[in-house]
């Protein structure tokens, strides 16, 4: 796995979300990203990861791209592919750049699933004491018990020298989750003051969010026909 960048700034904040519950990770970042003033500053590279290129706006979305805000002094790991089979790899990688950055702690934003409807608490765990009395008072739950999968759970395993802070938000869904991406965000502003509104991305996501449905409705809709048609030859 390669980390190239083409800027190098110092004692920055990495933030980093990556697909999961709810793709809040994800969505998370990207709304930041869309949100702060961002730029491209690096991607990781890896003949491990799919061979999958996405477009928005007429340009190449990197399936893992680094961004960096100036006013705040934020670099953003925004991953737009799932990194199973990867998970020591990245975080292998994102030590290597905080290090590189000089970070003054890296942020991992994770929804985690909930069976408890109606409940959309957000949680908080760090390495750090100072921090984690920091995000205590940003009104978040402790997470006392709980398991953590992925690049997020290595990163713990690891026990990394930078400071490692979690922000997750329970949902209830695997399909993209607006409300806890928006949890996540509330969080974050309150942690770090970036005075972003997160109202706007419960409608925006919640538009992506019904594309998404009707798109695996119909994946499901043209399996179901395939199936019947290699039945019918079959027979």
């Given at each position: 796995m390669e980390l190239k960048l083409y800027k190098k700034p110092k004692k920055v904040v990495i933030i980093e979300g990556f697909p999961g519950f709810g793709l809040v990770g994800t969505i998370a970042t990207e709304f930041l990203i869309n949100h702060l003033k961002t730029e491209l500053i690096g991607r990781v590279k890896s003949k491990s990861l799919p061979a999958m290129a996405a477009i928005h706006g007429d340009k190449v979305v990197q399936p893992l791209g680094v961004y960096y805000n100036k006013q705040y002094n934020l670099v953003i790991l925004h991953a737009i592919t799932s990194p199973a089979g990867l998970e020591w790899d990245i975080a292998d990688t994102l030590e290597k750049l905080a290090v590189e950055l000089e970070a003054k702690e890296i942020i991992s934003l994770e929804g985690v699933g909930s069976t408890e409807m109606g409940k959309s608490r957000t949680f908080y765990y760090s390495s750090d004491k100072k921090k984690n009395a920091a995000l205590k008072k940003c009104d978040?739950?402790?997470?006392?018990?709980?398991?953590?999968?992925?690049?997020?759970?290595?990163?713990?395993?690891?026990?990394?020298?930078?400071?490692?802070s979690c922000i997750l938000a329970e949902t209830h869904t695997s399909l993209p989750d607006s409300k806890a991406a928006a949890n996540i965000i509330k969080a974050l502003d309150s942690y770090l003051g970036l005075k972003?509104?997160?109202?706007?991305?419960?409608?925006?996501?919640?538009?992506?969010?019904?594309?998404?449905?009707?798109?695996?409705?119909?994946?499901?809709?043209v399996g179901k026909e395939q199936e019947k048609k290699k039945l019918s030859y079959l027979g």
């Open positions: 978040l739950e402790p997470l006392g018990e709980g398991i953590i999968i992925g690049v997020t759970g290595a990163l713990l395993l690891k026990k990394i020298k930078t400071p490692f972003v509104d997160y109202k706007p991305l419960i409608k925006t996501a919640a538009e992506f969010e019904e594309k998404i449905k009707n798109m695996l409705e119909r994946v499901k809709a």
